[in-house]
């Protein structure tokens, strides 16, 4: 079992930078790939970035390439480094543990979530 708790969202001006951290409350992200995910209210739920359990590799969706960064700062803490903000990054990020021996980018690829952390971004 595992309780995964955000931090970090708030609300900053366009170009400007936020680093959100996801933290094990209850239990470790030791040997399971991790993910953030956002949601705009009324849509569906999408993919952002994601890390490996040892954390040599990453994914990143195209619209935050070169932007943003996931990163493994310990068995139980994961950040997501977002450089360079803009107006459409604005929604819920949620933090994810992937299934046991999953890596991907689908939301049915995660069996834990956190209850988000809003980030808003302003022209």
């Known amino acids: 079992q595992v309780q995964l708790v955000e931090s970090g969202g708030g609300l900053v001006q366009a170009g400007g930078s936020l680093r959100l951290s996801c933290a094990a409350s209850?239990?470790?992200?030791?040997?399971?790939?991790m993910g953030w995910f956002r949601q705009v209210p009324g849509q569906e739920r999408e993919f952002v970035a994601a890390?490996?359990?040892?954390?040599?590799?990453s994914y990143y969706a195209d619209f935050v390439k070169d932007r943003f960064t996931i990163s493994r700062a310990s068995a139980m803490t994961v950040t997501l480094q977002m450089n360079s903000l803009k107006p459409e990054d604005t929604a819920n990020y949620y933090c994810?543990?992937?299934?046991?021996?999953?890596?991907?980018?689908?939301?049915?690829?995660?069996?834990?979530w956190g209850q988000g952390t809003q980030v808003t971004v302003s022209s």
């Open positions: 994810a543990r992937g299934r046991y021996g999953t890596f991907g980018r689908s939301v049915g690829d995660y069996a834990d």
């Open positions: 209850v239990g470790s992200f030791s040997g399971y790939a």
């Open positions: 890390i490996s359990w040892s954390g040599g590799s």
